[in-house]
T-cell receptor
Framework: AQTVTQSQPEMSVQEAETVTLSCTYDTSESDYYLFWYKQPPSRQMILVIRQEAYKQQNATENRFSVNFQKAAKSFSLKISDSQLGDAAMYFCAYRSVLYGNKLVFGAGTILRVKS | ETGVTQSPTHLIKTRGQQVTLRCSSQSGHNTVSWYQQALGQGPQFIFQYYREEENGRGNFPPRFSGLQFPNYSSELNVNALELDDSALYLC?????????????FGSGTRLTVV
């Protein structure tokens, strides 16, 4: 079974600075998808960024980028120019291509942004 | 285009009771997935419904059951509630079971069992 581990329960960053959230996963599959979701106090899960395992290039969405290291099974999220609105719980998630009807989530990292 | 709507937002039940949670999927989405998020943890997959049939189930006992209706809305039913069932229940809809075009989540139902 696949597992996702987020080793940082909580992180803090100064407004306008850069922060990196860590995620590792375990799988025997070669093809899969990885995601970062943001959950603000409103509780709604919002997709931040998505990476397909067969793509070498790291995904980027505006201020958000990932460092995907397939051999190391690592998938970190970098947030540049942090804003107060980035404060939330961040979840790393895995989805199999073969058995792709569910997301497997990590335990989450709380991100606090200081002004 | 409306998003995913869940009801109720909060409820309190007594151990042993039964509860029904509801989810209206995003317009055009035919697949609904349910997740349980205990306090301080990541969501855990309960099951998925696709075209009114269960299409995959996580490690949850049979007292967790569901339905999907012709309009693709869905219900999650939990019988014989236990204290450990206290959690945020999230519904997510998608265009297809694999969610290749993304999952749209609702804001969840906070269930407290006392």
């Amino acid at each position: 079974a696949q597992t996702v581990t987020q080793s940082q329960p909580e992180m803090s960053v100064q407004e306008a600075e850069t922060v990196t959230l860590s995620c590792t996963y375990d799988t025997s599959e070669s093809d899969y998808y990885l995601f970062w979701y943001k959950q603000p106090p409103s509780r709604q899960m919002i997709l931040v960024i998505r990476q397909e395992a067969y793509k070498q290039q790291n995904a980027t969405e505006n201020r958000f980028s990932v460092n995907f290291q397939k051999a190391a099974k690592s998938f970190s999220l970098k947030i540049s120019d942090s804003q107060l609105g980035d404060a939330a719980m961040y979840f790393c998630a895995y989805r199999s291509v073969l058995y792709g009807n569910k997301l497997v989530f990590g335990a989450g990292t709380i991100l606090r942004v200081k002004s | 285009e409306t998003g995913v709507t869940q009801s109720p937002t909060h409820l309190i039940k007594t151990r042993g009771q039964q509860v029904t949670l509801r989810c209206s999927s995003q317009s055009g989405h035919n697949t609904v997935s349910w997740y349980q998020q205990a306090l301080g943890q990541g969501p855990q997959f309960i099951f998925q419904y696709y075209r009114e049939e269960e299409n995959g189930r996580g490690n949850f006992p049979p007292r967790f059951s569901g339905l999907q209706f012709p309009n693709y809305s869905s219900e999650l039913n939990v019988n014989a509630l236990e204290l450990d069932d206290s959690a945020l229940y999230l519904c997510a809809s998608s265009l297809a079971p694999q969610g290749d075009y993304g999952y749209t989540f609702g804001s969840g139902t906070r269930l407290t069992v006392v």
